[in-house]
């Protein structure tokens, strides 16, 4: 149990006046307003948990396609940590504020007074309520704005099937508080519950388990496991379910499923393998909802649904680590969090080393250690880019957007963190500490501190060995010279052959890449030098037809080569590849290597015009600044 600290003073005046009602609910006014980068928890909230904490959220929504947008209320219970009036701060961008009302035990919902204050770029803006003493339930009316940053509402064009509009949700990183006014802060936990109307054959999900439909046809959900804001999570769209196992499934439009059940074959055996390493599953089911294109990320780990791309289907289950991973997150994250975005990497980090546990334990040794060493290419190639200041795990993003704040740094450094510390004391007495960890934490928020302290305690009992350099892999930029090397004979077959290639020794055509595999081709492409010759890039695609492959991630590294090299001969694959799909990893890379030539710029300036529309909010505000987007 957490000891909450002293209660600090009121943050408006207790003699604060009230303005004109709004709907129903009085007005406060107030010269100022609650700054998160003064004093709060969390820098990236305006709440203040420390008063009063949200402890369970209901939500009461309608999907109104025509709009786009949600319209209902949300009803917030509350944990008191002070018994006297309050002034609660959530957090909100971008909504329409109708009414809020305040209810105390016993009593029914009153007007309560409320200030929505101005909107800052990054962290919208603060709904300040005034709560009268006792009050426990808070009722607040609104709707959500055609634009919100964690919407994407698709035409029905923008998807697979072509017949029905689809929605689906990103909360994560500081999203949610776009469509639902909230602690949007990875600090504060909540169950949830939700009665959502949709359109007629249309499908609502939830990251929570779906009870019966209401009278009213509403879909239900309840998730009785308190998470953190940014995994709650909706899709509404014509889908269809495959089971994959006693406790999995896989839900997408139809013309997709068969192929994501064939992909997703060995989700139960992985769940399994997650088990035997870091313990029981606690959310009673794990199942994915293939999204359409527009998808931003790999993977999102709502707990009992994962959000994942469907650049992930390459047919022959070669890219499922994305699913290993966001399983992992089952255990790290979902289950024990992060309390704010600069401790990102006990997340990531935790999550990306368990990803690896599960790969070698369902597919074998070869393969994981494959794995570890395109994530140190990986480390590499990020620490090769980014400044020292960025380099840190644990480092202050206060001021900045966690989505362009937070690096796939957090992913690989911290994952070769945690592989050093189970080389240096064993793996199975690493494997009793994590067990432990995810137990002692379970359904709570943590710090890096408290991760060093839990460390001392359980694995050096006190008396951390200076030789583990680990304050200098979590506060110091670049990498300790006690990190683990990976190693892979396979790659060392790929490699010599790329020499030899390079040198002159023999053709492209004599290469033994016919019986790579995915991970041997993304070794060999992502090796190559960035000044290949456009000459030497068109044999290997005589060779190979590597433009041609239907491997997201192979096309994408193969794309990459092709623009560095300057050889023009996939411009239509580059062009549809960009306009196809919304995943920031893949965008950002691709459009940054086109904007370093007056040509490529235009290029790309050309392609995004045609692909902006179709883009997530968070993947158009990434690529509008790498462009320099100016309609």
Known sequence: MRTCPPAIPLLLSAAMGCAASTGSSPSLRTGSEPSPRSGRPDPHSYSDPRQARVSDVALDLDVRFERRVLEGAAILTLERLVPEPLDLVLDTRDLEISSVESQGTGEGFAAAPFRLGSRDAILGAPLTIRLPAGALRVRVAYRTSPNASGLQWLNPEQT???????????????????????????????????????????????SASREARGADGSFRFRMTQPIPSYLVALAVGHVGFESLGPRSGVWTEPPVLTKAAHEFADTEAMISAAEELFGP??????????????????GMENPRLTFATPTILAGDRSLVDVVAHELAHSWSGNLVTNSEWADFWLN???????????????????????????????????LRTLPPADQILRRDVSGRDPDEALTQLAYDKGALFLRTLERAVGRPRFDAFLQEW????????????????????????????????????????????????AHSAAFDRVDAASEEWLAGKRSAASLPAAAWTTHEWLRFLGALPRDLARDRAAELDAAFAISSTGNAE???????????????????????????????????????????????????????????????????ETVDKIVGWNP
């Not at 099937?161 to 994560?172: E, G, V």
């Not at 980090?349 to 494959?370: K, L, N």
């Not at 050096?460 to 979590?474: H, K, Q």
């Open 438 to 485: 995810f137990d002692r934490y379970a359904f709570h928020s943590v710090s890096t501190k408290e991760f060093l302290a839990f460390l001392d305690d359980r694995l050096f009992s006190g008396s951390r060995p200076a030789s583990l350099a680990v304050d200098a892999w979590l506060f110091q930029p670049g990498l300790p010279a006690n990190a683990v090397p």
């Open 281 to 298: 599953y606690r959310w009673e089911r794990y199942e994915l909802l293939v999204l359409p294109p527009s998808f931003p990320y790999g």
């Open 160 to 206: 697979a099937a072509r017949t029905a509009p689809y929605l689906f949700t990103q909360s994560q990183a500081i999203h949610a508080r776009s469509w639902i006014p909230l602690q949007d802060t990875p600090g504060v936990r909540q169950t949830y519950s939700a009665s959502i109307r949709v359109p007629e054959g249309a499908t609502a999900l939830m």
């Open 554 to 620: 192979v096309l994408f590294q193969w794309l990459l080569v092709e623009i560095r090299s300057g050889r023009a001969g996939s411009e239509e694959r580059l062009e549809a590849f960009l306009t196809s799909m919304g995943r920031r990893k893949y965008l950002k890379p691709l459009y940054e290597a086109l904007v370093r030539t007056p040509a490529g710029r235009q290029r790309a300036l050309a392609i995004y015009r045609r692909a902006r529309p179709g883009y997530h909010p968070i993947a158009v």
């Open 348 to 382: 990531e980090g935790f999550t990306t080393y368990c990803e690896h546990r599960i790969v070698e334990r369902v597919f074998g040794a070869e393969r994981a250690e494959m794995e570890w060493v395109l994530g140190r290419q990986s480390l590499d190639e990020t």
